[in-house]
């Protein structure tokens, strides 16, 4: 069973930083490039960042890019999204899912950036 659990998910204030992490299972993690995505409330799903099998350099929607940077341990089948200078706007629950299947994704966490 292919499972995806995101997770650091908290509250902010703007200008500050969160680091999310996914934890996947039932999968061949390595083999599959790998997205976020994010949803405000009463909002359509939002594609963040994606990055290849191997990892190295991701690519961003313009709203997260040069703030967000997105890695991948393959060895312990574990995806991040660092969030640097965090704005009110990216309130959202935020998933990580397989390629830019937002159906395939798991259990999201919940980012607040609040004064």
């Known amino acids: 069973e292919v499972q995806l659990q995101a997770s650091g998910g908290g509250e902010v204030q703007p200008g500050g930083s969160l680091r999310l992490s996914c934890a996947a299972s039932?999968?061949?993690?390595?083999?599959?490039?790998m997205s976020w995505f994010r949803q405000a409330p009463g909002e359509k799903p939002e594609w963040v960042s994606s990055?290849?099998?191997?990892?190295?350099?991701?690519i961003y929607a313009d709203s997260v890019k040069g703030r967000f940077t997105t890695s991948r341990d393959n060895a312990k089948n574990t995806l991040y999204l660092q969030m640097d200078s965090l704005k009110p706007e990216d309130t959202a629950v935020y998933y990580c899912?397989?390629?830019?299947?937002?159906?395939?994704r798991g259990q999201g966490t919940q980012v607040t950036v609040s004064s």
């Open positions: 039932g999968f061949a993690f390595s083999d599959y490039t």
């Open positions: 899912t397989r390629q830019s299947d937002f159906g395939s």
């Open positions: 990055i290849g099998r191997a990892g190295g350099t991701g």
